[in-house]
């Protein structure tokens, strides 16, 4: 049974991975005004941004900072990704596997499943 809940983990894994990093990509200037008016969702694409360079000059300390306004609003991918920066040390965190294991376990609850450190 454990084989299967890891199975299926790794499935969902997948499938939310490819569902939020598989789409084509606006720019952080297509993000910057929703995300200042507190738009969760375009908070967490302008974190994307940021850390990926999409359109910007790759950022850690801003992609953590718009990752975590996101994520403060329950925004799951955005508090997946402050357990990654926490987990990591990106951008001007210190690592911190308590505070990652809080940002992930705020993730599961929103998406009713464990989710663990993805491969950035």
Not at 10 to 17: E, H, S, Y
Not at 33 to 49: C, E, P, W
Not at 69 to 94: C, R, V
């Amino acid at each position: 049974m454990k084989n299967m809940k890891n199975y299926l983990l790794c499935i969902f894994l997948a499938v939310f991975t490819i569902s939020i990093y598989g789409q084509n990509h606006k720019n952080a200037a297509d993000y910057r005004t929703d995300a200042i008016n507190g738009n969760a969702i375009a908070q967490f694409y302008l974190g994307q941004s940021y850390f990926r360079g999409w359109g910007i000059k790759p950022d850690t300390i801003q992609a953590v900072y718009w990752w975590r306004k996101s994520a403060e609003q329950g925004n799951p991918a955005a508090q997946n990704n402050m357990g990654a920066a926490y987990s990591n040390g990106w951008g001007n965190l210190t690592q911190n596997k308590e505070t990652a294991i809080y940002w992930y376990k705020k993730a599961a609850e929103k998406n009713g499943a464990f989710i663990t450190v993805s491969n950035y």
